[in-house]
């Protein structure tokens, strides 16, 4: 019989209107574009609006595959959301989107990984396709990271942005889909990146909002350094046991946190500037939307046969570099 893989068969994204650009933000806190541009890559970032949830993104990413590919979402067996950003803690925001867009017969639950929640997504619902268990699985990254950020800390508030990038996800006989995967976690390194109020450790107070525990924290520079050597490792050790050269790399897919990052890994692969793939300019760091935001950019660039290496890394640590053929032409 032959192997089953699972290929990536439409992608789809949602992006607010409102945009925050950097001579914005020079006006909120003290900073300048030009710090910005050379420190980050960023330009401008998307913001969605007050009292409005993270599923409203990925419903509408969600729906643009849906009538794209004129899908009947009765036959949508999963979905899933990555995200930091759920509508609400206690429930999954993939079950209420399911609902939204009539995909009454799918399960949804979320997947907490951060930056890398959409590779890890992309794993599970491999694993998922591979098993020969389910044939479509809708795999949304969503945040709406406004919601998070304190608009006075100038370490990440010049970082982050909205938005949400979904992927269908179905089986593939002739090959092409998913290939291998290399996925990390180091949890000793949490502190680094976190939010500290509203979980169980350290519940949502008085004291903990007015010390600003409620947002998300830093520490940029030693994240930087974790985040450059994890991802160049991953994407390499993918390269070397796929046994693939700079030239057999048709693209490099990467979670656009900080351009210098993306730099950094795609010169450990030697692979050239035009098939690294980048947006984070115009969107910023859109934490699980990243990765599936660049697909929807850069979809008809991608040819059936495509090498694409995808990587990234973010807060848990979470790290990992997956291997995918791409499926079909535009
Ligand atoms: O997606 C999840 C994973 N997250 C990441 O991968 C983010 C990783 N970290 C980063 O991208 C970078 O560390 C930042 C962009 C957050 C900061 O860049 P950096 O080059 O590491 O800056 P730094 O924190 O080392 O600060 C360098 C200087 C400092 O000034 P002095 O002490 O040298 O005088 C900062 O005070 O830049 C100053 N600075 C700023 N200046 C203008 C820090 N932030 C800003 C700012 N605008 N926004």
Redesign the pocket.
Known sequence: MKKINASITAVGSFLPQTVLSNLDLEKI????DE??TT??GIKERRILDKGIGTSYMAINAAKAIIEEKKINPLEIDLVIVATITPDMHATATAAFVASKIGATNAFGFDINA??SGFLYGMSTASAFIESGRYKKILLIGADKMSSIVDYTD??TC??FGDGAGAVLMEPNNEGLGVQDEYLRSDGNNRDL?RIEAGGSQTPITVEAVNEKKHFIY?D??N??KH?VSNMADASEKIMTRNSLNNTDVNFLVA?Q??KR?IDATSNRMGIVDEKVLMNIHRYG?T?AATIPLILSDYESKFKKGDNIIFAS???GFTWGAMFLKWAYNH
Not at 29 to 32: A, C, F, M, R, S
Request: glycine content about 6%; aromatic content about 10%; proline content about 0%.
């Open positions: 806190v003290d900073t300048n710090w910005i420190r980050t951060a930056c100038r370490n010049i970082i990146l830093q940029g520079k994240v930087f985040a979670h946190a900080n990052i760091n934490t890394f973010g807060a």
